[in-house]
């Protein structure tokens, strides 16, 4: 079927606003300038090294980088903003949060330096270990949403900037439960002028994007745009959403291993995930409420990808507990330990242990630049809504109404690149292949 949908080219500049302006965000944006000065290279990013197939498998080097297939936004022509309630430029909070090496952040001192954080929409009451000072100051929760528009407006205008994409990659706030306030825009709308509590700045971060139909990605655990006032709103401005939850660590291997012992029927008994790690998201996550969002957001991949209820005899009784342990000493070098009891032929029983010594900003980078330049896509593509080919990157998909997230990393992959066919008006390609055998 061919594709009407033809994205239009990626001209002028892109600016990519990202409100939180900690480890993840300066990672990524002085990784950008390292990648642009020629000094690193974009591991990890499918949008600058990924390759698909397009066409048969019959042909010989069909096999195309996705910026070559569709036309991703220049990496050259990005331009990186935000909002903080530190008020420390990129460089300064970068050399703070000590995931990069002093060296390189000195060759892209100049740069870094000039980008300042803008005023944070901020409440202590959703972040209790935080305090900052850089912040806006209004009387309602729609004034503040209003001066969060303003500000992207000035930013576009001073920064000579085409289009813009909003990632969220602030601290993972209080768990607020879905409420009858998120149900439409109008009861949004009408929460926002009366300051209800279960409107976090996150989400008035997400409804100014959206609101000016600008794309909006969650990273962190928050509701923020997965409720249903948000998507009404969304499909009303033409915006691309996705949310929520940057996919990285602990959860990626998850999403790597449990497909796997699915396509095998091999039982698990139990799962146990713990990790430390000391930044500022660890000092965060040390709160228990706080904790509590990221707890919901990292347990419902098992249950979605092993289908417990289905399957009861391999996966009925598995029992799964997450825990997350804020150790300064380790920074953003992050330890996740997984023991797994799983079972097999006659029902013997076997471990598998996992030690995954990570770097929890550099794998979270690549998805954010990936999740900014892929919306953008979207939204040039006249896409607007969820966008669930991005659930690739998130531990708790958004999915329409009625649906089932997907969690299983390759099913998500395979949604990933026919997304990219279909907007390339290329064939889908769904693995079948008997034609190449029966005529
Ligand atoms: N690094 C990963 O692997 C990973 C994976 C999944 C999700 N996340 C999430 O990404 C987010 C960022 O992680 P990080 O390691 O960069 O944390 P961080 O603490 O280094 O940075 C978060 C920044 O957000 C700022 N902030 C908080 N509330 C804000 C607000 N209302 N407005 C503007 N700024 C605000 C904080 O001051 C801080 O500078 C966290 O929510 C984290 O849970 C990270």
Known sequence: MANKMKATPAKGKLGILLPGMGAVATTTIAGVHAINKGLASPIGSLTQMGKIRVGKR????????????VPIHNLKNVVFGGWDLFKDNVYEAAVHAEVLEPALLNKLKAPLSKIKPMKAVFDKKYVKRLEGSHVKKAKTKMDYAQAVMRDIRKWKKDNKVDRVVMVWCGST?????????????????????????????SMIYAYAAVKMGIPYANGAPNLSCDVPAMVELAKQTGAPIAGKDFKTGQTLMKTILAPGFKARALGIEGWFSTNILGNRDGAVLDD????????VSKLGVLEQILEPKENKELYGDMY????????????????????????????????????????????????????????????????????EWLSFYLKS???????????????????????????????????????????
Request: proline share 5%.
């Open 397 to 439: 998909p958004q999915a329409g109404k009625g649906l089932q997230p997907q969690h299983d990393i390759f099913k998500q992959l395979q949604k990933l690149e026919n997304t990219l066919r279909h907007i390339a008006g290329e064939d889908l390609i769904n693995h079948l292949g008997l034609d190449y055998y029966q005529k």
């Open 173 to 201: 706030e209080i768990y607020i439960k879905e409420s009858a306030v998120h149900k439409t825009v109008a009861s949004l709308e009408a929460g926002m002028r009366k300051n209800h509590k279960d409107i976090a700045p």
């Open 288 to 295: 228990p409420d706080n904790f509590k969002t990221k707890e």
């Open 320 to 387: 799964h507990k997450v825990r997350i342990n804020y150790y300064p000493p380790r920074g953003d070098a992050k330890e996740g330990w997984d023991n797994i009891d799983i079972r097999g032929w006659l029902n013997y029983p076997m471990q598998i242990k996992v030690d995954f010594l990570c770097r929890d900003s550099i794998l979270a980078a690549p998805l954010v630049l990936d999740l900014a330049l892929f919306l953008d896509l979207a939204k040039r593509s006249g896409m607007s809504g969820i966008q």
């Open 58 to 69: 019959n042909k010989k080097s069909n096999k195309v980088l996705m910026k070559d297939l």
